[in-house]
């Protein structure tokens, strides 16, 4: 899996023009959230998900070097098939080593599970619609995890 991990100081998604997932974390009393966008290969498993979700709970990337875990910081979780992008060759990605939407589903929603029992308030895109992300990047701070 592929995560690309920004801390934000806000985040919403919207499919059709309905907002489906947003995470106001001032709105909590803290000051940042974080906004996971999620991509899945082919060799992935739920314990690549678990893994992940726990780093991204326990990674030191908010103020005062704290984690998610520590302020009790939302997430917006978001799939994201294109961080498997292959621009390699040519002026067209292909996007073969990105898994399939009925492997990749089960993957993205694992990984959100995961942080809802480890604790963290969860918020989501909806998988395969055509998304609009807003979000204003705090730092800016963007870390691209695998595992």
């Given at each position: 899996?592929?995560?690309?991990?920004?801390?934000?100081?806000?985040?919403?998604?919207?499919?059709?023009?309905?907002?489906?997932?947003?995470?106001?974390?001032?709105?909590?009393?803290?000051?940042?959230?974080?906004?996971?966008?999620?991509?899945?290969?082919?060799?992935?498993?739920?314990?690549?998900?678990?893994?992940?979700?726990d780093k991204v709970w326990r990674l030191r990337i908010l103020d005062g070097e704290r984690s998610a875990a520590d302020l009790s910081a939302p997430i917006l979780v978001v799939s994201q098939f294109t961080l498997y992008a292959d621009t390699a060759k040519g002026r067209r990605p292909s996007w073969n080593a990105a898994a399939p939407g009925a492997v990749a589903q089960p993957l993205v929603d694992a990984f959100a599970d995961a942080l809802r029992e480890l604790g963290a308030t969860v918020a989501t895109g909806r998988f395969g619609a055509h998304m609009q992300v807003e979000l204003v990047n705090d730092g800016p701070v963007t870390l691209l995890l695998e595992g």
């Open positions: 899996m592929r995560i690309l991990l920004q801390r934000v100081s806000s985040a919403q998604v919207s499919v059709d023009d309905e907002i489906v997932g947003r995470i106001a974390p001032a709105a909590s009393g803290v000051p940042h959230g974080l906004l996971a966008l999620v991509g899945a290969t082919h060799s992935d498993t739920e314990a690549n998900a678990k893994t992940l979700a």
